[in-house]
């Protein structure tokens, strides 16, 4: 089993995305079932998602309630693996551009 943690930074004023709300999916034959919901910390910091098995998984952002008007949601989409312990998948977000990579 892996871990996930993730990480909201608001790149247009250099600080952490604070109080931002995070809901995990998992893929399956129907869509998308829900698993878990956690929130930004002061740091713009989010986990205890639990635990993950291989498959593919979704990350929603809801940056609307943080302010982006241009962007309310954004979904992040990947796929875990059972060799790798954790994942950390960062969102980097601004008023009209987000970015995000595999973090360590």
Do not use: I, K
């Not at 992040?76 to 977000?93: C, G, K, M, T």
């Amino acid at each position: 089993m892996s871990t996930l943690s993730t990480h909201v930074l608001d790149t247009s004023t250099g600080e952490p995305a604070v109080g931002m709300r995070v809901h995990l999916s998992r893929a399956d034959v129907s869509g998308w079932e829900p698993l878990a919901a956690s929130e930004t910390d002061d740091d713009g910091r989010a986990g205890g998602f639990g635990d993950l098995g291989e498959g593919t998984y979704r990350l929603g952002f809801e940056t609307g309630q943080y302010g982006n008007d241009f962007y309310p949601f954004v979904h992040v989409v990947f796929a875990v693996e059972a060799a790798r312990d954790h994942y950390h998948v960062p969102l980097l977000l601004s008023p009209y551009g987000f970015s995000t990579y595999r973090g360590s």
